[in-house]
Each structure stands twice: as C-alpha cells, then as structure tokens.
C-alpha cells in the first residue's frame, strides 16, 4: 500500500488510471493491517484513533473521486444472486442500487454520496472497508461523547443502555433496558 501510494505521491499529474490504483491499494493495505488501537498513554490512543479515522476519510475520498464504472472495474460486484432469499445484497440488489448514480461521473460529485455508494455496494473488498471504517467512526464517538455507535443507536431508538465490563481481562458490553442500569 505504502510503496504505490508513495510512487502516485510523486506523480504531478494523476491519470484516472492512477485513482483506480490508489483506490485499490488504500482498500487492500487498510483491509490487511492490524486494526487494533494500540497506545501506551490515552493521548497516544486518541492520536491513533484520529490517525486511524483520517486514513479511511481519506481512501473514501479517493473512491468518491471515482465514477461508479471505474469502481465496478476495479472493485467488481460480487456474483451472488439470492440476496432476495436472504434480504441481504446481491447483484441485483447493487444494480438497483446503482440506477440513481451517472456511471461516467465522479460519486462525489453531488452531496459526498461515496458512503452511501460503499454501502449499497457489495465486493468483499468494499465491504470490509465498510466495515473498518464504520469501527473507526465508533472510536471517535467512543472519544467524543462516551460510547460507541452501536450504543448510542441502542439507547437513543430502544431505550437500552450498555456498560463495559471486564470478564478475565476481556472487555465486554453489557445492554439493559434504561431502569436496570440505573
């Protein structure tokens, strides 16, 4: 990841050509690297879970820089077609998904929809991106206001409150309706 990035660094100019390859190597090496945050003091884990989350707003921006073709090329959608069976994604569901977008220009060109875009969009690839950065938008609720998203979903929508607790040095989150925590 870091050797093609540094070799597009360099480039003044960058091709089209050279967005689908800082794409796919921003999604491959964020995808294989350890995604564990890890930090001796508390003000180096908040600088590594800042760190962590500008490297995925970053490989987002240059997918959203990409047209929804180039990213069917470089990321192909994966041939699954019982999504219906399931209520989870497939082909169909994702060519579906991709009526509302112009094949030819940028995703981001109107409203920054390259989330949005990753989200409908299923390449296994794409998806544990997805995934990785949904995490890393979780720690920085977690720094900002307390509690992951999944925890504020929870308690904002089902009035189910979650606790952290350490079982034999395992952090674990407990849910509880809001009267039992109290």
């Not at 989870?88 to 579906?96: A, H, P, R």
């Not at 299923?122 to 920085?140: C, K, P, Q, R």
């Amino acid at each position: 990841m870091t050797q093609t990035i540094a070799e597009l660094n360099r480039k003044k100019n960058l091709t089209r050509l050279d967005l689908k390859r800082g794409a796919l190597a921003l999604v491959k090496g964020l995808n294989v690297r350890n995604k564990n945050v890890n930090a001796e003091s508390e003000a180096d884990y908040i600088k590594a879970v800042w760190d962590n989350f500008q490297l995925y707003e970053m490989a987002l921006s240059v997918i959203g820089m990409l047209t929804p073709q180039e990213v069917i090329e470089t990321f192909p959608i994966y041939k699954r077609y019982d999504g219906h069976k399931y209520e989870t994604k497939d082909y169909f569901s994702v060519q579906k998904s991709l009526a509302a977008y112009d094949l030819n220009l940028p995703i981001n060109t109107v409203d920054d929809k390259a989330f949005e875009f990753l989200w409908d969009y299923d390449n296994d690839d794409l998806v544990e991106f997805t995934v990785d950065f949904m995490g890393a938008m979780s720690h920085i609720n977690r720094l900002e206001k307390g509690k992951d998203l999944f925890s504020q979903f929870l308690e904002e929508t089902q009035g189910i409150k979650s606790r952290v607790i350490e079982i034999n040095g395992i952090e674990v989150i407990t849910f509880d309706h809001d009267d039992e925590l109290d």
